[in-house]
């Protein structure tokens, strides 16, 4: 019976196990957003994954809404992830970009020559953002004009492609969390009266148009995405996130994706706190390869993999804390917990400094 131990084939990637690290963001990039030899050291540290996902990472200066969030957009951060990529296939693991725009989750304080963040629609997100000089209310973002999506659309490929160039063994497309295609996707934050707005079919448009792209340009055995159907993070909402998510993933299936990855609930949030939906439906509905993530300790993963919920499960903070989780788990040893007074800051504290397991 298939179990985390099970080796796994997602397209073109051979996953040894099906243990597979969260996309965690971590902000030690450095004043540049360039990737460090710290964060390559962390990456090398937890190999033993079937399948590492990366932070999400900016395709563009305007995708940026936090410090330290390393870009694939400048010669510099393609050779930092150059190195990030080499420890982790010196160490015998596999690693995807997570590619990433934040839309209207930023401020001009962070966007290039001050410009207001772009979304869907000129709807401001409830609460505050990190500046660098404390925390700021979010504004009210420029609505996208239609004639500049095929110029993001390509945007995205080019971010695919360098991150070949830098040496990944696949990307996922970060439409997840209320960031940029999470905006164009949900009505709460897309209002718009052209093909990009108005019907799920329309709000998903750029999404698929984006996948396209990217698999395009590198190849659908090596493209993923990142789906999470009832976040409320970042201030979202939906009418009928069941009926969107059944259209996107039915939309995905032609596509020949080597993963889809779907967050349940919310990010952080306890089982309890989750809305409702029916993720299989989705399972059923969608023919390729599921991850599902979010809160899963070993037991609860097992159970999901034997009863045919998915075919892998994502770790975010058991990974984190364990860069020998795999073998842990092999073992039934004990598990280290989180630091998260750390998560977001630190350099080597919390990060590169929890124990393996001795011998
Ligand atoms: C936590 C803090 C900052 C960003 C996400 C990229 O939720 C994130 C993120 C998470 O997808």
């Known amino acids: 019976m298939t179990d985390l131990f099970t080796p796994a084939r997602f397209g073109a990637l051979e996953l040894p196990n099906r243990i597979v690290m969260s996309s965690l963001t971590r902000n030690r990039a450095d004043a540049g957003n360039v990737p460090t ?21 900016p395709i563009c200066a305007a995708g940026h809404g936090y410090p330290r969030t390393p870009g694939i957009h400048t010669p510099e951060q393609i050779a930092g992830w150059k190195q990030v990529t080499a420890a982790v296939h010196d160490a015998g693991g596999r690693i995807a970009l997570q590619l990433w725009h934040v839309g209207r ?26 500046t ?32 070949m160039e830098a040496g990944f063994d696949g990307v ?37 148009e984006v996948m396209a792209a990217v698999c395009e340009a590198v190849g659908s055995d090596r493209v ?10 970042n201030d979202l909402a939906d009418d009928d996130p069941q009926g969107m998510f059944e259209y996107v993933v039915a939309q995905m299936n032609p596509l020949g994706l080597a993963f889809l990855d779907i967050l349940q609930g919310t990010g952080g949030a306890p089982h309890e706190a989750w809305v409702p939906f029916d993720y299989a439906r989705l399972r059923a ?9 979010n809160g899963y300790d070993f037991a609860s993963a097992q159970l999901a993999l034997q009863g045919g919920e998915a075919d892998a499960i994502a770790f975010g903070r058991l990974l984190l804390a364990n860069p020998d989780l795999v073998e842990r788990f092999r073992r039934g040893a004990p598990l280290n917990a989180p630091d998260y007074e750390r998560l977001y800051t630190g350099e080597e504290k919390g ?3 929890y124990p393996f397991l001795a011998g």
Request: no cysteine.
């Open 37 to 57: 030899p710290l964060m390559a050291e962390y990456y090398r540290q937890r190999a033993s994954a079937g399948l590492i996902l990366t932070e999400a990472s």
């Open 105 to 130: 989750i930023s401020h001009p304080d962070l966007q290039p020559g001050g410009a207001l963040p772009v979304a869907p629609s000129a709807i401001r997100p409830a609460g505050q953002v990190f």
């Open 132 to 163: 660098g000089v404390g925390m700021q209310d979010y504004v009210t973002p420029r609505a996208l004009e239609t004639h500049e999506l095929s110029g993001l659309v390509a945007t995205y490929a080019q971010a695919a492609h360098d991150a």
């Open 172 to 208: 996922e497309v970060h439409a997840g969390n209320g960031y940029l295609l999470d905006q164009f996707l949900r009505s709460s934050t897309n209002r718009r009266t052209d093909a990009y707005g108005g019907s799920q079919a329309n709000r998903a448009r750029l999404l698929l």
């Open 224 to 233: 993923g995405v990142r789906l999470s159907p009832v976040t409320t993070f």
């Open 285 to 293: 509905l969608y023919r390729g390869n599921l991850i599902l993530n």
């Open 351 to 353: 990060y590169t400094d």
